[in-house]
Nanobody, 120 residues
């Protein structure tokens, strides 16, 4: 059994900051990539940022320079520091992990999502 649990969402004014965290637990052998996705009402889910086990990062153009993704491989956690937030960043943010379970196959797991609302 593998679980991803997010925390840190909430309501913030435009220009403010929030930090999202996600912890993966269970029978995990290796986490290859951890990522944050978001889905706004009426829109498709989009990749916000991803990070490999080696620390290579990738960001959506819309968040470059404002968001920073980081991870702790020893703790199986990933964080998303969001600054200079805009109303268009409002969405449900979900954590994602590409991992291999102990004695298991490689699969994608998702957290339950956390709401981020940015008021203008």
């Amino acid at each position: 059994q593998v679980q991803l649990v997010e925390s840190g969402g909430g309501l913030v004014q435009a220009g403010g900051s929030l930090r999202l965290s996600c912890a993966a637990s269970g029978s995990i052998a290796t986490i290859y990539v951890m990522a944050w996705y978001r889905q706004a009402p009426g829109k498709e889910r989009e990749l916000v940022a991803s990070i490999t086990s080696g620390g290579s990062t990738n960001y959506a153009d819309s968040v470059k320079g404002r968001f920073t993704i980081s991870r702790d491989n020893a703790k199986n956690t990933v964080n998303l520091q969001m600054t200079s937030l805009k109303p268009e960043d409002t969405a449900v943010y979900s954590c994602n992990a590409d991992l291999r379970r102990i004695l298991g196959i490689r699969s994608i797991y998702w957290g339950q999502g956390t709401q981020v609302t940015v008021s203008s």
